[in-house]
């Protein structure tokens, strides 16, 4: 049993830092919106990088027969 | 390569992308209908109009009889949109190629509960508010300073209300140089922007956003500011307290378990030390509110000698302080109970009770500053030299001259020096029909011109001017406003009272029975189990469910006092113009003569009145769509009508008299007709074809249809109802006859400030008054009312006075709001009654000496729940009203998650 004069104090110091996390979520207004995100998840690998570029999904270069769709990342 | 405002020019030709659900809407007839018509005069018919209820490409509402039609491509056939600003974006997206996805991700989610209340259709921009990004005091004043250059500002984004506008409005960064980043909160319609003033100026961001139906302006109001301060103060509180009282929790499990001073002294000593520490910053940092609050109300109870004046929080309070005290001491001697897992718990489960009533009302919030970012805030001044330079609003002085031009607001009260023009008052007046002003005439700040520029000298700006004026004494009425004492606050007192009756009553039982030890031990038990957990969260968690509930179904409950006032109303008091009406000059009503198509007598009489500036000929076009053919000759009288050839036909239009004057006599249902409509305070047009009286119309300003419906509802739920307005008497009494309201309830003619007086004596009677209108007009009446409702959709300045207000059009939200806080005062009364017996049950196994730690761990939370479950489980605002509450797991299932991972 006198391991847990060094787990609960342990435990309390895992709990503080929990805390500490979501003040800091908190503050930088992560909960602010929690509408939006959720939306945002859909719009992902929209845009694309090639050569530097950035470009849109259905951007007519990238299309298959064009010449950048070769380059296109998988 | 970034691509900058001007590269975006046509990449790609307009196309009709290929989309779900927004397929090509086939139409009959080809070519551009406009330009064909009016060439030479050959009838070009259409064998089948588009039926009004094809949806349109872009924002997918009605097209309604009117469509404009975009290019067909090819063999495809032309689309349909509901107004120019749909086509005008559909054609920006597709030439800036952002078209395919964008529809496509409109078509994955549309959020609903959006603020902005325009539907899909696109917003429109002031070039003025776009000036005004530019100025340096708005830079100044609005944005932050982030990082070595860039700089961060807020601005509310009209016409956002999807997932595909997120995406779209979220591109800025790629599209324009100097965007480092932007954010979009789409219910809030808040677009946090971070961009560099060096390489960019805010103004071109506008015209970006402009482009694609996107009005950016400015936000006023810093208040939006300090309320989500507000929010992530209690949210960090709660996370702390939730964190200390899980942990209390866990060691208190022990000691139920078993642990005691005889199983393991030095453990129970230790455990007991660390829930006192976890305890202490939990009371002191979490309970700190309810101390607050409790203090204050002890004082004002003081105060007026009236123990009733006790808030909730008083008891509460005592509870937990009590609790701790005794707690602490007895972990200090080793001797005793203690009771800090209860109390930690109660302390988190209160704060999340009034972190979710805090955040159901923050939708309501926004709304009302959204408007006030509408007012214009910048001029066009008139320099001595006749240039026109933009300047801002409070850098005006009087006697000064300022250029309004058509379609703009009129930003101040002043004088028209030059221009001819039509002004829309509906917002100051509540006057739908356009007003012609000339040189000479006053206008009034907020009046919208409508049809050539104007110039104006100024007389009065800003607070000085009527609509400042009202809008000043709204924000300074708003501590005076009588505060609703609430359900659960009228039984706090006598609660609070009782509970200290009951204590001393077992002090002194227990001491004559027992020891005084054992007396302590009992009245900190009793104290601590009638702890009204339950009693504190009953209101606030039934009033932000409903809050919620009601905010999806486009009903704004600014406050819980709102909301249970709105209940005890017996008194409605309408305004006629934008709340019972539609606000606008429409076709009511067609009586055609024997053996004459009205429809085609009407499609000839639109012909010669489409290029007829009046509003009465607007309403008659607008009533039969846009006309396919033109008119050989034209003629306008001035004040009576217009005549000409249309289709080989004589059309004469216009006055009764006049037509009637120039064509055979009228038959007698036609001026039975003409008779009935001025009497319903319309105004009747008379149509003759080639010297033969065809038929007459009324033109007005149309009933609501759900109107009466609505009315009846109101009057079945016992309340009385006044008609209130700004028109002209024989128009209120007019309508006041069609709805069946006594002509004695039905007041036309009165000013606004009348509106005020009128309320002040209802309620100086003893009833609780329901003002509902619109416009700033009807702001002080809405202000002084108990409760002041504003309908209309959300757009005019008098949602900033109004306690409720409807973003969905119609006035079936106003008996939905008051059959939906009626029952949520159900709800509160059924939580309130669930409280009540565990208090009573609480308090008196507590005074016979049966309440352990162990009996009030188990026995609070579960009262909690139970209140917890009655609320989540309420009926109040069904998204289908015909459904019940089936509709709604969602926010329920949102709720106790919340509650369950905090």
């Known amino acids: ?74 | 390569m970034n691509r900058t405002v001007d590269d975006i020019a046509p990449m790609a030709p307009p196309a009709s992308f290929p989309m779900e659900g927004h397929e090509a809407v086939p139409v009959v007839g080809e070519g551009d209908r406009s330009s064909g018509a009016r060439s030479g005069g050959a009838a070009l018919h259409l064998d089948a109009p588009l039926a009004p209820e094809t949806p349109c490409v872009h924002c997918g509402l009605p097209v309604g009889p009117r469509p404009v039609l975009g290019a067909a491509e090819g063999d495809s056939l032309p689309l349909a949109f509901c107004c120019t600003g749909c086509r005008v974006v559909y054609e920006a997206l597709g030439a800036a190629g952002f078209g395919e996805t964008y529809y496509r991700l409109r078509g994955v989610a549309a959020s609903t509960r959006a603020l902005s209340s325009l539907g899909g259709r696109p917003a429109e921009s002031d070039a003025l508010q776009l000036a005004e990004l530019d100025t340096e005091a708005f830079l100044g004043q609005h944005t932050t300073e982030v990082g070595e250059s860039l700089r961060r500002t807020q601005l509310f984004l009209d016409g956002v209300h999807c997932a595909a506008c997120v995406w779209l409005v979220e591109r800025l960064p790629f599209e324009i140089d100097g965007v480092a980043e932007a954010v979009l909160d789409l219910p809030r319609a808040r677009l946090t922007l971070t961009f560099d003033p060096e390489e960019v100026q805010l103004s071109e961001v506008g015209r970006w956003l402009a482009r694609f139906g996107y009005a950016a302006r400015p936000m006023r109001v810093q208040t939006a500011g300090r309320r989500t301060e507000a929010e992530r103060t209690l949210l960090v509180r709660l996370g702390v307290a939730w964190a200390l009282a899980g942990n209390v929790m866990l060691l208190a499990f022990a000691f139920y378990a078993g642990l005691d001073a005889d199983a393991d002294a030095t453990m129970a000593t230790f455990a007991r030390w660390v829930s006192l520490a976890l305890a202490v910053p939990a009371v002191a940092y979490g309970g700190a509110p309810f101390f607050r609050r409790a203090w204050a109300s002890v004082r004002l109870a003081w105060r007026a000698r009236d123990p009733r004046r006790l808030h909730i929080d008083t008891p509460i309070a005592l509870g937990i302080g009590v609790g701790t005290l005794h707690s602490a001491w007895a972990t200090v001697t080793g001797q005793g109970e203690v009771w800090f897992d209860s109390i930690t718990v109660l302390i988190a489960a209160l704060l999340t009770a009034r972190w979710l009533q805090l955040r159901s009302r923050r939708l309501a919030g926004d709304a009302s500053e959204r408007l006030l970012s509408l007012l214009p805030s910048m001029v066009r001044r008139v320099s001595a030299t006749g240039e026109t330079v933009v300047a801002r609003l409070d850098e005006l002085a009087r006697g000064e001259t300022v250029e309004v031009p058509a379609g703009e607001v009129v930003p101040v009260d002043g004088a028209v020096t030059r221009g001819t023009s039509q002004l829309n008052n509906a917002v100051l007046t509540g006057e739908s029909r356009p007003v012609p002003v000339v040189p000479g005439d006053a206008v009034e700040a907020g009046a919208t011109n409508l049809r050539a520029p104007l110039h104006v000298r100024v007389e009065a700006t800003g607070t000085a001017t009527r609509v400042g004026r009202l809008l000043k004494w709204v924000r300074d009425e708003e501590g005076r406003k009588a505060r609703v004492v609430l359900l659960a606050d009228r039984l706090s007192g006598y609660f609070a009272l009782s509970v200290l009756s009951l204590a001393a009553l077992t002090a002194v039982a227990w001491s004559l029975l027992a020891a005084p030890s054992v007396a302590a031990q009992h009245v900190v038990a009793l104290l601590v189990i009638t702890c009204p957990c339950a009693i504190g969260m009953a209101t606030p968690l039934a009033m932000a469910v409903a809050a919620g509930r009601a905010a999806r179904r486009g009903i704004f409950l600014k406050s819980d006092a709102a909301t249970q006032r709105l209940t005890e109303a017996d008194t409605v008091v309408l305004d006629k113009t934008g709340t019972l009406t539609e606000g606008r000059m429409t076709l009511v009503e067609t009586v055609p003569a024997d053996g004459v198509d009205a429809d085609a007598a009407l499609d000839l009489a639109a012909v010669l009145e489409a290029d007829v500036v009046h509003p009465i000929a607007t309403a008659l076009v607008a009533a039969r769509g846009c006309p396919v053919q033109s008119a050989a000759t034209f003629e306008a009288e001035a004040g009576q009508g217009v005549r000409g050839l249309v289709d080989g036909h004589a059309v004469v239009v216009g006055k009764p008299s006049w037509v009637w004057a120039q064509s055979a006599r009228a038959p007698a249902p036609l001026t039975a007709a003409i008779e009935r409509f001025a009497q319903a305070g319309h105004t009747p047009v008379a149509v003759a074809l080639d010297g033969q009286p065809a038929a007459v119309c009324a033109i007005g300003d149309r009933l609501r249809d759900d109107a009466p419906a609505v009315l009846r509802a109101l009057e079945a739920a016992g309340l009385t109802i006044h008609l209130c307005s700004g028109d002209h008497p024989a128009a209120v009494a007019a309508v006041a006859r069609t709805l069946g309201i006594p002509a004695e309830r039905a007041h036309g003619g009165v000013a606004p400030e009348a509106k005020r007086a009128a309320l002040e004596a209802l309620q100086a009677e003893g009833r609780v008054v329901v003002m509902v209108g619109d416009g700033v007009n009807d702001a002080a009446a809405l202000r002084a009312a108990d409760v002041g409702v504003a309908v209309g959709g959300g757009s005019t300045a008098s949602l900033v006075a109004a306690d409720v207000f409807l973003t969905r059009p119609g006035l079936a939200p106003l008996a939905e709001a008051f059959a939906g806080t009626a029952r949520t005062l159900g709800v509160v009364r059924r939580n309130l009654g669930i409280s009540l017996v565990y208090n009573v049950g609480g308090a008196a196994a507590a005074m016979l000496g049966l309440v352990t730690p162990l009996v009030a761990a188990v026995a609070m939370p579960v009262s909690s729940l139970l209140v917890v479950a009655s609320s989540i489980l309420q009926r109040s605002f069904p998204s289908d009203p015909g459904n019940g509450g089936a509709g709604e797991p969602a926010h329920a299932a949102s709720s106790t998650s919340r509650l369950a991972a905090s």
Do not use: K
């Open chain 1, 1 to 74: 049993m006198a391991v847990l004069y060094v787990l609960i104090p342990l435990a309390l110091l895992l709990a503080g830092a929990g805390v500490l996390a979501f003040r800091w979520a908190v503050r930088s207004g992560q909960f602010d919106d929690v509408e939006t995100p959720a939306l945002r998840m859909l719009m992902d690998n929209e845009d694309m990088l090639i050569d530097g570029e950035r470009m849109l999904i259905n951007d007519e270069r990238i299309r298959p027969g064009n010449d950048l769709a070769s380059r296109r990342p998988s």
